[in-house]
């Protein structure tokens, strides 16, 4: 019986990017402009 080679670290986030999904990119995506916007107009 042959054993499964362990995933290697790039599979592992390939996976993990694809269980975060759209919703989770645009979430955070509107967090991260959210806090440049915000440093924005506090230096302004």
Known sequence: ???MPTP??????TKW???L???G???F???GLAW??????AVK
């Not at 290697?8 to 986030?13: C, L, M, N």
Request: no cysteine; hydrophobic share 50%; aromatic share 26%.
């Open 36 to 41: 440049i916007a915000l440093g924005y107009f």
């Open 17 to 19: 990017l694809k269980k």
């Open 8 to 13: 290697t670290r790039g599979i592992k986030f």
């Open 25 to 27: 990119f645009v979430f």
């Open 1 to 3: 019986m042959e054993t």
């Open 29 to 31: 995506l509107t967090k």
């Open 21 to 23: 999904g759209f919703w």
